[in-house]
Structures are given as structure tokens and as C-alpha cells.
């Protein structure tokens, strides 16, 4: 009898284990499903921004440099270049700065992996 009872626990514990390594992996494709939506749409946002951003910088520079065509051309060029330039590597600057303060992939699913961890190790 204790054998079937040692063997109905060993049961019940498998059950146990195997039911919260599903829900781990649930949370776990949760997490990746949004990830994965979030990453997609900041991509489309970031496209979008840098191709308006393009092409109205263009228009903005052959605006400056029509408008000076007669006096100062090559100052006006040199001037919106060293401005774009400036911009681009504090852009830059800003996106690595953005990297490394980036939340951890996975965060929730972590947590409660550590919460197994400790509940387990009681």
C-alpha cells in the first residue's frame, strides 16, 4: 500500500510539475506574441517618421538653398549640412542610449520562473 501511495504522489507531483511548466510556457509565448507586435509596430513607426523626415528635410534644404541661390549659396549648403550631420549622431547617440536602457526580454516570465524557483526551494 505505501508503494501505491509513493507512486499516486510521484503521480500527482509530474501532474503538478508538468501543469506549471505549461503555464511557464504560455506566459512565456504571451510574452514573445507581444514583443513580437510591439517590434513590429515601432519598425512601421520608425519607417514612416524617417521617410517624412527625408523627404521634408530635402524640401527644406532646397528651399534654403533656392531661396540663396544668388548670394550665399555654398554657406547656406555648408550650413544645413553640418546641421544634418549634428543631428544624425545625436539621433544616433539618443537610439544606443535607448538600447542600453531597454527593459529585459522576457521580464515577466523571468519573475515567475524565479517565483518557482523559491517556492520549490522551501
Known sequence: MS?????????????????????????????????????????????????????????????????????DRMLALSLLTGAFISIGVILALLIVQSFRTMPQLFEASIAEFAKDVEELSH
Do not use: H, P
Open 3 to 71: 508503494q501505491e501511495n509513493l507512486l499516486s504522489s510521484i503521480k500527482g507531483l509530474a501532474a503538478t510539475g508538468a501543469s506549471i511548466a505549461k503555464t511557464r510556457l504560455e506566459l512565456l509565448s504571451v510574452d514573445v506574441q507581444i514583443a513580437r507586435s510591439k517590434f513590429i509596430r515601432l519598425l512601421v513607426m520608425i519607417v514612416c517618421t524617417l521617410f517624412f523626415l527625408f523627404f521634408g528635410l530635402v524640401m527644406l534644404a532646397l528651399l534654403i538653398v533656392i531661396y540663396s541661390w544668388e548670394s
